[in-house]
């Protein structure tokens, strides 16, 4: 399988590649279009704000590509909010591929950012949480966040809820870092490499 | 629900895992990545790594090994010692580490934790803050240069303007290590932690003194610290991290199984 994650140069890209490497795949990190349109699955790994990595893709000329790619593609943390149509972090347009917003958490009075581990509730039947329940605990660290929506798969309670993982069509995404998550995290990793759409 | 972290704490010197009494006395405890693997393997939530050496050298560290932890473990974890810039921070980020440490640049140079947060994002800047018990003047006061005994010494800052200066310029985590209790095993220093938690809205870890279970379930119920950070009581297998866990559990506080 030829995996892509998207170099966004953005922080966790060496992790993510570990984490899939442990899984038994090499993926290629590239911002080359040519190399994440012929891809059978893409990875869009993100830390940082909102509105330089959206800057990063722009530079790179990579949103039409990512937009049209019909193969499944996985976002991570800022990467899952950089799929959203807008982010408040920055004011700053994104892929529009799943609908939804990236707003400043509202933690009722808890503190932030919200880092740490912390539970799923209400998960979907989607081929990416085969396995998941709500005793399983997904490692955390961001301030936005995207409201629950339909296009939510599992949802986070942390002062309010917050959708952690999205997906519509081909596309997905987790809040939460797998990569960092343990097990449970490899779990989700490999439901993607497994999925066919 | 979020739970309370446990984190291990490794200093590094030339690449060993070490281990001294008050910060001092250095003693190897063993090497960086079997270590880091075991405890990733025994349900540590996170890790954090301490170059004890690179602030009070002034010499530019070899850090791959932190590509070499990043290679092997699925938990988030933390490096600490001698950033002194962004370019440092980012090489550290880009071999694999979720979060960087600092703490004598930044009482030398505020100013970084700012240029850190714009940069890398509040997520990633955790700032390490070693805080000394003043019986003269009955002050708590922040140290620097604690790597090196020789060179340790008292800054301008009490340490509850440091932690409300250090959030203001954009922490996105604070680490008090209360160096009174450093190593000594009598437990966390309550009343500190307790002062400092009414002021830092930021996520609190606890550092220094843990010696027995009892010690966390205190750290975690009186002072409401999202995370205690012990060394000696784990690399000695004093307490092993399951069972500290299940009695977290037993004792009704957060924890991830």
């Known amino acids: 399988m030829q995996l892509v994650i998207v170099d966004t140069g953005c922080a966790n890209i060496s992790s993510v590649y570990f984490a899939v490497r442990r899984l038994g795949v090499e993926a290629t990190i590239s911002r080359d279009a040519r190399f994440i349109k012929a891809a059978d699955k893409v990875i869009l790994p993100g830390v940082g704000t909102a509105h330089n990595a959206m800057a990063q893709l722009q530079q790179a000329d990579l949103i039409a590509t990512l937009q049209g790619l019909q193969q499944p593609l996985l976002g991570i943390c800022l990467g899952m909010q950089m799929l959203t149509s807008h982010s408040m972090e920055g004011d700053v347009p994104c892929l529009n591929l799943i609908p939804g917003e990236v707003l400043p958490m509202q933690s009722a009075g808890l503190r932030l950012p919200h880092m740490g581990w912390n539970t799923l509730h209400s998960i979907g039947s989607h081929p990416l949480l085969k396995g998941f329940s709500d005793s399983d605990y997904l490692y955390f660290v961001h301030s936005f966040a995207v409201a629950p929506s339909l296009h939510s798969l599992a949802i986070c309670h942390y002062g309010n809820d917050f959708a952690a993982v999205i997906g519509k069509d081909n596309v997905v995404g987790a809040q939460f870092h797998p990569e960092r998550s343990g097990k449970t995290g490899a779990r989700l990793l490999q439901n993607f490499l497994e999925w066919q759409l | ?257």
């Not at chain 2, 070490?18 to 003693?27: A, I, L, Y």
């Not at chain 2, 008292?154 to 450093?182: P, S, Y």
């Open chain 2, 1 to 257: 629900m979020l739970a309370k972290r446990l984190i291990p704490c490794l200093d590094v010197r030339d690449g060993k895992v070490v281990k001294g009494v008050q910060f001092r006395n250095h003693e190897i405890i063993g090497d960086i990545v079997p270590l880091a693997q075991r405890y990733a393997e025994a349900g540590a939530d996170e890790l954090v790594f301490y170059d004890i050496t690179a602030s009070s050298d002034g010499r530019v560290v070899d850090k791959s090994w932190v590509r070499r932890i990043a290679e092997v473990i699925d938990i988030p974890f933390c490096v600490a010692g001698g950033i002194k810039s962004v370019a440092d921070a980012g090489k550290i980020l880009e071999m694999g580490a979720d979060k960087v440490s600092v703490n004598s640049p930044a009482l030398a140079r505020p100013e970084l934790i700012s240029e850190l947060n714009h940069i890398f994002g509040q997520q990633c800047v955790v700032v390490g803050i070693d805080s000394f018990f003043d019986v003269a003047s009955g002050q708590y006061q922040v140290y620097q240069f604690t790597g090196d005994e020789n060179r340790t010494q008292k800054t301008r800052w009490l340490t509850r303007d440091w932690v409300a200066e250090v959030q203001a310029r954009g922490a996105g985590e604070i680490v008090l290590n209360c160096m009174n209790q450093d190593g000594v095993r009598q437990g966390y220093d309550i009343a500190q932690l307790t002062s400092i938690r009414d002021i830092c809205k930021v996520p609190l870890i606890a550092s220094g003194g843990a010696g027995t279970m009892a010690h966390f379930t205190e750290v975690f119920t009186k002072a409401d610290v999202d995370g205690a950070l012990a060394a000696s009581v784990f690399h000695k297998g004093i307490i092993e991290i399951a069972a500290l866990k299940a009695k977290l559990i037993t004792d009704g506080i957060s924890i991830r199984p």
